[in-house]
């Protein structure tokens, strides 16, 4: 889990830079991305409430959604649709594609180069540019073959 700290710097210049304040609530909510990797803003808000302590000082649903915003057009986290559903906010330092497994849920993470011939193809084929902080491909985990009895994904 990474340090709030490790992730100020970078917003702080950011927001500098188009005039904007560094805020409590947006420190926060990039903290809650970083530390959760894969969340909604639902889980995001969730996690921020139960840090509010006795004060009870925690963002609303809406300044979670707004700052969310803000910080994917700062570059600082990306979104993924892994399905139905909300979709999930990760930090944007470290780019990876998502697997998802269809039958339990879990959501892994795998290097972007995994990608690398399908994105030449569809550059050379389409003219198209994977983002690939934003790829989730679904699937069956091994665990789930497993449990099942089969070799190949469903």
Partial sequence: ????RDST???AERLRARGLRL????????AAVTALEH??????GARLRDE???????????????????????????????????????AAEHPHLHVV???CGE???AAPDLLDSA?????????????????????TCRACRERTGSEHPS
């Fill in 101 to 103: 497994c269809q039958s």
């Fill in 9 to 11: 710097a970078p917003l």
């Fill in 119 to 139: 994105a030449e193809r569809l550059a050379a084929d389409l003219g198209f540019t994977v983002d690939v902080g934003h790829v989730a491909l679904s699937g």
């Fill in 52 to 90: 509010a302590g006795p004060d009870g000082t925690a963002p609303d649903t809406s300044t979670v959604y707004r700052n969310l915003e803000l910080l994917e057009r700062l570059g600082l986290v990306w979104h993924t649709h892994l399905g139905k559903g909300a979709p999930v906010y990760h």
């Fill in 23 to 30: 805020t409590a609530p947006r420190q926060r909510v990039l």
């Fill in 39 to 44: 969340a909604t803003p639902e889980a995001i």
């Fill in 107 to 109: 959501i892994a993470s």
């Fill in 1 to 4: 889990m990474a340090d709030s």
